[in-house]
């Protein structure tokens, strides 16, 4: 089993910055991907930024690119998402998900195991 808890969500204006942490504990073999997915009222959840193996590769939605960075923490149970220059449409429930076996496709939130409970990001126009 994979704890994993968030914080750093809250409401800023468009243009504004946030930083999200997630944590991963209670785990036996440490997750080789951790990341961060969002869900928007009505819309499914989609993958926002995946870091995996360390860091040997990063998974990013093309709506993120540029503006969001994530990353891994000097003791490797903790991801960081850096999210600059954000925008109306970046509001949403964003989730840190987390798999130890090998993921087929990156992207597919179906593939993760492991969920943490939310935090809201709002962002006002």
Do not use: H
Not at 44 to 73: H, L, M, N, P, W
């Amino acid at each position: 089993q994979v704890q994993l808890e968030e914080s750093g969500g809250g409401s800023v204006q468009a243009g504004g910055s946030l930083r999200l942490s997630c944590v991963a504990s209670r785990y036996t073999y440490r997750p080789n991907y951790m990341g961060w997915f969002r869900q928007a009222p009505g819309k499914e959840r989609e993958a926002v930024a995946i870091f995996y193996s360390d860091g040997v590769g990063t998974y990013y939605a093309d709506s993120v690119k540029g503006r969001f960075t994530i990353s891994q923490g000097g003791n490797k149970n903790t991801v960081y998402l850096q999210m600059n220059s954000l925008k109306p449409e970046d509001t949403a429930m964003y989730y840190c998900a987390a798999a130890i076996d090998w993921v087929r496709v990156i992207y597919a939130a179906n593939e993760y195991p492991y969920w943490g409970q939310g935090t809201q990001v709002t962002v006002s126009s």
